[in-house]
């Protein structure tokens, strides 16, 4: 393949794409997918930092576009900032695990966001948001592992590129001004994954800043700006080189048989408000928490890939005394105690469990050891009884989870009939004739 292909497959993707070529379970998989990244920024909403972020970027009165369980609107570019750090601030929306990146936090905040201003209808927005989904998604398998070893945030990074196809969908961008937006990305693209890899994540920020990066790229292509190169993605100082380090990605990852098998069917979503990586052991620490008493226990541990381990157990000095709700959304002896405990791992529990006592006393019980076949977690009671639940993989949320995850995060903010009405448009997305319709639902009665 030339350079330059790479660039003209996914715009030619971007600019071709009809929604009845997508297959029903595909179609279904994004409903879900929106939903629930609607949900978790309406949960977010309700979070002290996340009003502090709100009232640092002020708002417009008379902007377009809502900024999700606000009272407020702003403009296109600040609001779909504004509603990607709502999405992913609590680390919550949905994942693609060998992509390595989330792709709703940034594709739902840039296509929702600016359709409100241009009014598109729901079709419009289905199509759109799976198009960028599907671009994220396709970059990050390219080169899977390898942005996060070079210290980059794959969604933030790719989430502009991503972001640019979708909204120049929307704007019905031709072939050549597709190609100038997705070049423009290019340089626009950001984020280093020091946050995440210190377990100090500060609130979805980074989401939020590549939607808005990626409206303004086709924003300017629109207007007729002209790319940068034609091979900005795959040239020799173009994204992936640069990014992923050289020669380090594969081109077929993204270009073969792109419109016709969708990698967005392969999205996890979760149960927890913690890194997918933590989800198995929590898991199998809920499995134990019918079987073992909390007072029961005398000693804990627990089984994963060093590279977890490395992560979200070291240094244990700090990860076993949390100081906040992200500290402890970081830290396996925290979330294995809460498991135990409680037998779940809700937002709630992470913000007011921190400092509980039998928490606490259960920290210095766990101790880990690498495995990298398995995730297991072992509890011995007191009398010398083990009992041990093993979780060999990932397993997907079902569908009666998520509504209920939904529910228990849009509800408290924007009401359970308003809620309902949300999840009765989305399941109807294709049909639905103004976006705006389900927007206004999103706004929040609180001032």
């Given at each position: 393949?030339?350079?330059?292909?790479?660039?003209?497959?996914?715009?030619?993707?971007?600019?071709n794409?009809?929604?009845r070529d997508?297959?029903?379970?595909v179609?279904?998989?994004?409903?879900?997918?929106?939903?629930?990244?609607?949900?978790?920024?309406?949960?977010?909403?309700?979070?002290?930092?996340?009003?502090q972020?709100?009232?640092?970027?002020?708002?417009?009165?008379?902007g377009?576009?809502?900024?999700?369980?606000f009272?407020?609107?702003?403009?296109?570019?600040?609001?779909?900032?504004?509603?990607?750090?709502?999405?992913?601030?609590?680390?919550?929306?949905?994942?693609?695990?060998?992509?390595?990146?989330?792709?709703t936090s940034?594709?739902?905040?840039?296509?929702?966001?600016?359709s409100?201003?241009v009014?598109?209808?729901?079709?419009?927005?289905?199509?759109?948001?799976?198009?960028?989904c599907?671009?994220m998604?396709?970059?990050?398998?390219?080169?899977?592992?390898?942005?996060?070893?070079?210290?980059?945030?794959?969604?933030s990074?790719?989430?502009?590129?991503?972001?640019?196809?979708?909204?120049?969908?929307?704007m019905?961008?031709?072939?050549?001004?597709?190609?100038?937006?997705?070049?423009?990305?290019?340089?626009?693209?950001?984020?280093?994954?020091l946050?995440?890899?210190?377990?100090?994540?500060?609130?979805?920020?980074?989401s939020g800043?590549a939607?808005?990066?990626?409206?303004?790229?086709?924003?300017?292509?629109?207007?007729?700006?002209?790319?940068?190169?034609?091979?900005?993605?795959?040239?020799?100082?173009?994204?992936?080189?640069?990014?992923?380090?050289?020669?380090?990605?594969?081109?077929?990852?993204?270009?073969?048989?792109?419109?016709?098998?969708?990698?967005?069917?392969?999205?996890?979503?979760?149960?927890?408000?913690?890194s997918?990586?933590?989800?198995?052991?929590?898991?199998?620490?809920?499995?134990?928490?019918?079987?073992?008493?909390?007072?029961e226990?005398a000693?804990?541990?627990?089984?994963?890939?060093?590279?977890?381990?490395?992560?979200?157990?070291?240094?244990?000095?700090?990860?076993?005394?949390p100081?906040?709700?992200?500290d402890?959304?970081?830290?396996?002896?925290?979330?294995?105690a809460?498991a135990?405990?409680?037998?779940?791992?809700?937002?709630?529990?992470l913000?007011?469990k921190?400092?509980?006592?039998?928490?606490?006393?259960?920290?210095?019980?766990v101790?880990?050891?690498?495995?990298?076949?398995?995730v297991?977690?072992?509890?011995d009671?007191?009398?010398g009884?083990?009992?041990?639940?093993?979780?060999?993989?990932l397993?997907?949320?079902?569908?009666k989870?998520?509504?209920?995850?939904?529910?228990e995060?849009?509800?408290?903010?924007?009401?359970?009939?308003?809620a309902?009405?949300?999840?009765?448009?989305?399941?109807?997305?294709?049909?639905?004739?103004?976006?705006?319709?389900?927007?206004?639902?999103?706004?929040?009665?609180k001032?």
């Open positions: 393949m030339k350079n330059g292909e790479i660039s003209l497959a996914l715009s030619n993707f971007a600019v794409a009809k929604l997508i297959p029903d379970r179609l279904e998989r994004a409903k879900v997918s929106i939903l629930d990244g609607i949900g978790t920024a309406l949960l977010t909403s309700r979070l002290v930092r996340a009003n972020i709100v009232e640092a970027l002020g708002y417009d009165e008379h377009e576009s809502t900024i999700w369980g009272k407020r609107k702003s403009s296109t570019r600040t609001a779909a900032l504004l509603n990607g750090m709502l999405v992913e601030g609590l680390d919550y929306s949905d994942v693609h695990p060998r992509a390595g990146l989330h792709p940034v594709i739902l905040p840039a296509t929702l966001t600016f409100e201003q009014n598109a209808s729901g079709k419009e927005v289905l199509l759109s948001y799976l198009i960028g599907e671009a998604i396709r970059i990050g398998l390219s080169a899977s592992g390898k942005f996060h070893l070079r210290g980059f945030q794959p969604t990074i790719v989430g502009v590129l991503g972001a640019a196809l979708c909204v120049g969908r929307i019905k961008l031709e072939h050549e001004k597709m190609i100038n937006a997705l070049s423009m990305a290019t340089s626009l693209a950001f984020g280093s994954s946050s995440v890899r210190v377990g100090a994540y500060y609130g979805g920020i980074d800043r939607a808005e990066s990626g409206i303004l790229a086709a924003m300017l292509a629109d207007h007729g700006l002209p790319g940068i190169t034609e091979d900005s993605l795959e040239g020799k100082f173009g994204f992936l080189n640069t990014y992923a380090g050289e020669g380090n990605f594969q081109r077929k990852s993204i270009v073969d048989s792109l419109g016709q098998k969708w990698s967005m069917s392969d999205v996890f979503l979760k149960r927890y408000p913690i997918y990586a933590c989800h198995q052991v929590v898991d199998a620490a809920i499995r134990l928490h019918s079987k073992v008493g909390y007072s226990i000693r804990v541990r627990y089984g994963d890939k060093l590279e977890n381990i490395r992560l979200f157990a070291e240094p244990s000095s700090s990860k076993k005394r100081a906040n709700m992200y402890a959304k970081t830290s396996t002896y925290f979330l294995i809460l135990l405990a409680y037998g779940d791992v809700t937002s709630k529990f913000s007011d921190v400092r509980e006592k039998k928490i606490l006393q259960l920290f210095d019980k101790q880990y050891e690498p495995d990298e076949m398995d297991w977690v072992e509890a009671k007191k009398n009884t083990p009992h041990k639940e093993v979780v060999s993989s397993i997907q949320t079902d569908d989870k998520l509504r209920k995850k939904y529910y995060n849009a509800e408290p903010s924007i009401g359970r009939k308003n309902e009405k949300v999840e009765e448009l989305i399941r109807d997305l294709e049909r639905v004739k103004s976006i705006r319709s389900l927007t206004k639902l999103l706004l929040s009665p001032l």
